[in-house]
């Protein structure tokens, strides 16, 4: 079964503007990440923080993590054209490291 | 180095007959996981491999489901009797170490189609 839940489930913006999504999750977690996948493709890891963490960032991307509420956001800052794609968050549950996956939030950035 | 390579790219099978789908992780990785991705259910972890431990089987939907490793290295994954709701895309990981805090590394998928 699903553990996180991603809104919204789909984002059209501009390019240059910001994309914020969120991730809610159920059980608790060692970590959280993110992943992006291209249409037809394989996902690629964007970026891991962990459960004691609150926020990490890594080039135009910044992730927030607060534990108490259950929740993660992904902030993509002046996005490309070449950002469109899905983006996914996923938790650890410190059950041997399988990944359990949102559904994802499909990113359309218009050039 | 090389990414994770897996085969067929695409399948296409009747119903009711086996599949094998092949996943060649990293070199050096010792974690190996399938998950499947259809548009009903979203990315379903199936099961997971680490170096010589039993693998953790508990994602595989049916016991027409299995997945061996050999070798530490390449897994395969098959599927007897295969079933209509069986199409999906099956993407292959691999990690260096055990546990969430390593980053996987996907495959491109095989991409199955039961007719």
């Known amino acids: 079964s699903q553990q996180g839940e991603e809104d919204p489930q789909a984002l059209s913006i501009q390019e240059g503007e910001n994309a914020t999504m969120n991730c809610s999750y159920k059980t608790s977690i060692n970590n959280l990440q993110w992943y992006r996948q291209n249409s037809g493709r394989g996902l690629v890891h964007l970026i891991l923080i962990r459960s004691n963490e609150r926020e990490k960032h890594s080039g135009r991307l910044r992730v927030t993590l607060d534990t108490s509420k259950k929740s993660s956001s992904l902030l993509i800052t002046a996005s490309r054209a070449a950002d469109t794609a899905s983006y996914f968050c996923a938790t650890d549950n410190n059950q041997g490291g399988k990944l359990i996956f949102g559904q994802g939030t499909e990113l359309s950035v218009k050039p | 180095g090389a990414g994770v390579s897996q085969s067929p790219s695409n399948k296409v099978t009747e119903k009711g007959k086996d599949v094998e789908l092949r996943c060649d992780p990293i070199s050096g990785h010792t974690a190996l996981y399938w998950y499947r991705q259809s548009l009903g259910q979203g990315l379903e972890f199936l099961i997971y491999?680490?170096?010589?431990?039993?693998?953790?089987k508990s994602g595989l939907p049916s016991d027409r489901f299995s997945a061996e490793r050999t070798g530490g290295s390449v897994s395969t994954l098959t599927i007897q009797r295969t079933q209509q709701e069986d199409s999906a895309v099956y993407l292959c990981?691999?990690?260096?170490?055990?546990?969430?805090?390593?980053?996987?590394?996907f495959g491109p998928g095989t991409r199955l189609t039961v007719t």
């Open positions: 491999f680490q170096g010589n431990s039993a693998p953790d």
């Open positions: 990981a691999s990690s260096p170490g055990q546990g969430g805090y390593y980053e996987q590394y």
